[in-house]
């Protein structure tokens, strides 16, 4: 027999906890299982927004002559994650994209702007 005095149980706001966890769980499992079935794609697009973002720079750097903050706005849309930075000493240009990808392109001569490969990144 309940009076007014009785307090109502706690059980409510245990079931509405135990919803929103289960809830919570779900989702987070969901955007996993969409990051690794497309982490091919992903990690291939951060590769190519790199490249790209290193090649476009070094030629708007060192072939037009135009300072990084200017090279900056040459970004297509969607380049946001890309990070650029120069080495006018060795007229190179650095990109990534953290945790994914990187790219490096220098000017050489009359070559014009030129990608390295993996083994001359690496000997820098």
Known sequence: ???????PTAKEPNI??????????????CVIAWAVWNWGTIKGQ???GAAYGAHITCSCRYIEGRSMNSC???????????????DPENKRVYARVPFLAEAVAERRGTFGCVQLNAKEIEAL
Do not use: F, I, P
């Open 1 to 7: 027999m309940a009076t007014a005095t009785s307090k």
């Open 72 to 86: 900056e706005t040459d970004k297509e849309a969607g380049m946001g994650m890309v990070r650029l930075s120069d």
């Open 16 to 29: 509405l906890m135990r919803r929103l966890r289960l809830a919570v769980l779900v989702v987070a499992a």
């Open 46 to 48: 951060a590769k190519v």
